[in-house]
């Protein structure tokens, strides 16, 4: 405060120092507004640079963020701000890094007066869900305004809803992880005129709760765009009976130009793979995704399973389009080269399932197809690490 006043005063003089005697009144006029501004920036620049310090030295900032920051906040309170951050820590469970995520997107709350009435009861309330600490520090960084919107006009109101529905609070909780959103938009803008039309549609409550439960981010789209995808979705031939291939659907061709994509994957799976229009409707309704898929992905799947490894026909890959589903580098590749080893030396049949081999769980994956054959094949973990080629053997 001495070093702003110290500022204001050497303005001050230099300013009446500077103005001749036989000036006009309204060139003095000017010169006391020019002074006043002078000050006012000086005074706006000080708060720019103590909230910028604060930011990088107490929550993490680069110098970068913090400048960009205090731009559009000025700290108030360097105690209170303190307060706030050990109130997160404590109370929300957040770490270092999960509290720079949510400052960068909301530093309003290191203005908070008192974080045990206006954030605790929030925090308390999400937790009551049986959210641990950690899924719940990490939503909550991932989606900053959850603390901020009112519990009693808008969460308690979409929590209520979510009941109506017969939700558990285990699925409550799977709704707060996955599709968070809706309880800051609320659930009367989009949510629940989009659930009215599923029901008009002839959706049964059961399947309508589990979409609610694990499809919630989809059911958020504006009605208007809502409608149109769930007409496609129909069109298609997806039952409203079967919620998860419903849901994926949706999922699927929520985007503006899915249509467009839809057509082009055809085209490259149908001209370039020898896939039939049975083909297509068969892999449409296992992973509707893989219709959406760019040709670079398409390609660089087939041609690594078809062409390189010689797993399979590029015709019966429509058995299998959950593939697209996994890591290229870190499942496909690794998992596709110990198969390839298994067939060779005959210690796995031919006719296996290429789907099950790619999809199934890490730990099983290891046990069924390495540990297994350990004896018979002792570099079959270097070939899964990548560290032994085929041809080595």
């Known amino acids: 405060m001495n070093t702003l006043n110290g500022l204001r005063t050497l303005a001050l003089r230099c300013s009446i120092f500077t103005i001749p005697s ?34 990088i030295k107490s929550c993490g900032f680069s110098p970068e963020a913090a400048d960009s920051v205090s731009k559009k906040f000025k700290l108030s309170s360097q105690e209170r701000a303190d307060s706030v951050l050990a109130f997160l820590r404590t109370h929300g469970g957040l770490s270092e890094t999960q509290i720079s995520k949510l400052l960068r997107s909301y530093p309003g709350y290191l203005a908070a007066a008192c974080p045990e009435k206006t954030l605790l009861p929030k925090i308390e309330f999400y937790r009551s869900l049986g959210l641990s600490k950690e899924n719940f520090a990490r939503t909550v960084s991932s989606n900053p305004l959850l603390l901020s919107v009112s519990l009693e006009k808008r969460i308690l109101p979409t929590y209520n809803y979510l009941k109506s529905f017969r939700l558990s609070k285990k699925n409550v909780a799977s709704v707060f992880k996955s599709g968070a959103r809706i309880f800051l938009e609320g659930h009367t803008k989009n949510v629940e005129p989009n659930l009215g039309l599923l029901k008009e549609l002839g959706m049964s409550q059961e399947c309508i709760s589990k979409l609610l439960t694990h499809f919630t981010h989809y059911l958020m789209l504006k009605h208007q765009r809502f409608r149109q995808v769930v007409d496609d979705v129909m069109e298609l031939g997806f039952s409203m009976d079967k919620y998860t291939a419903f849901g994926t659907a949706i999922r699927a061709f929520w985007g503006k130009d899915s249509k467009l994509k839809m057509s082009q994957c055809r085209e490259v799976y149908m001209t370039k793979w020898g896939w039939t229009e049975n083909d297509v409707q068969s892999a449409l309704k296992k992973y509707p995704r893989c219709m959406i898929l760019s040709e670079k992905k398409i390609e660089q799947v087939m041609d690594f399973i078809v062409n390189k490894m010689g797993l399979v026909s590029g015709r019966t890959m429509a058995r299998y389009p959950q593939i697209w589903t996994c890591s290229f580098d870190k499942k496909v590749i690794p998992r596709c080269m110990v198969f390839k080893v298994l067939l060779l030396r005959g210690l796995v049949n031919e006719n296996l399932s290429l789907g099950y081999v790619v999809n199934i769980s890490e730990d099983k994956f290891l046990e069924r197809f390495v540990g297994k054959y350990f004896d018979q094949v002792p570099q079959l973990m270097s070939v899964y690490q990548g560290k032994v080629d085929i041809q080595d053997l």
């Open 22 to 55: 036989s000036q006009s009144h309204s060139s003095l006029q000017n010169q006391l507004f020019y002074r006043r501004h002078i000050s006012t920036t000086t005074t706006s620049e000080i708060q720019a640079n103590i909230t910028a310090n604060y930011l």
